[in-house]
């Protein structure tokens, strides 16, 4: 049974930092991708971040720069730091695996084939 449980969310205040980490658990068949896609109210699930298999990184626009995604590939873990931050960073952000072999880079939500339940991240201004 794969899990994935996102922990590291919080309320920071604007232009401060969290650090989100993904455990994971159970066996893939493989791991071609692990992201970061978030979620606020009212809003559909957005990609933020993602690193290939070779380690390769790849960015929305709106956190390039600020955020930094990185993979423990002996472990399967995945985190998540997040610096400079703003109120419209404020949602649940939730951790992804993707398993099927691509020529690229997978950032569309139904690339991912197991997903953690979220933890929260609030800026508050």
């Known amino acids: 049974q794969v899990q994935l449980v996102e922990s590291g969310g919080g309320l920071v205040q604007a232009g401060g930092s969290l650090r989100l980490s993904c455990a994971t658990s159970?066996?893939?068949?493989?791991?071609?991708?692990m992201g970061w896609y978030r979620q606020a109210p009212g809003k559909e699930r957005e990609f933020v971040a993602t690193v290939g298999s070779g380690g390769e990184t790849y960015y929305a626009n709106s956190v390039k720069g600020r955020f930094t995604i990185s993979r423990d590939t002996a472990k399967n873990t995945l985190s998540l730091q997040m610096n400079s931050l703003k109120p419209e960073d404020t949602a649940i952000y939730y951790c992804?695996?993707?398993?099927?072999?691509?020529?690229?880079?997978?950032?569309?939500?139904?690339?991912?084939?197991?997903w953690g339940q979220g933890t929260q991240g609030t800026v508050s201004s």
């Open positions: 992804a695996v993707a398993t099927r072999t691509r020529l690229w880079i997978p950032t569309a939500v139904d690339e991912y084939d197991f």
């Open positions: 159970g066996r893939f068949s493989s791991i071609e991708a």
